[in-house]
């Protein structure tokens, strides 16, 4: 798939929904020992770039800099369901201090004005540094259940009307 064909995807209503909703990205990649994982994960985007930042010493930065091919999804629990699919490549950097991005993407998931104060009070006085994970997305899929679903399902369905 080309940037534009993503930025295209991401551009839609529904994937802006997603974006910049409360929902988080569940964040796929394989462990070190070669088996996959998956995690709940705040991000942020930058351009066509997705952003996450995390402790310099988590299990996923090793196994990053081993394995950067990485898949998210970002969906909805309502019905019919709205679904993100991302695939890309992540790199990994030291940054110094707190990304600005990964206090702003705090904010998503906290409305109450005092729970984020203390959040944000808490990360700075955790982290003197983090790493920041770079995701150059080379793959996006909207399925909204209302024009886009599922390609085998997809294929079920014209194979149902032709017969």
Do not use: C, H
């Not at 990485?70 to 019905?79: K, S």
């Not at 990304?99 to 409305?111: D, H, L």
Request: hydrophobic share 45%.
């Amino acid at each position: 798939m080309n940037p534009e064909q993503i930025s295209e995807i991401l551009a839609k209503p529904y994937s802006q929904q997603l974006l910049n909703g409360t929902e988080p990205a569940r964040f796929a990649y394989n462990g070190l020992d070669g088996d996959p994982r998956v995690v709940p994960i705040g991000y942020w985007m930058d351009g066509g770039k997705l952003l996450i930042a995390t402790a310099p010493k988590a299990a996923k930065v090793a196994a990053l800099k081993k394995n950067p091919k990485v898949a998210l999804t970002i969906d909805t629990a309502a019905f019919p369901p709205k679904v993100l699919l991302l695939r890309g490549t992540a790199e990994v950097e030291l940054a110094d201090g707190i990304p600005e991005g990964y206090i702003v993407a705090g904010r998503k998931v906290m409305a109450d004005e005092e729970q984020y104060q203390g959040w944000v009070a808490g990360v700075k006085d955790l982290y003197t540094d983090m790493v920041l994970i770079t995701v150059t997305l080379t793959w996006a899929k909207l399925l909204d259940f209302e024009t886009t679903i599922p390609k085998a399902v997809e294929d079920l369905v014209k194979e149902k009307q032709s017969a």
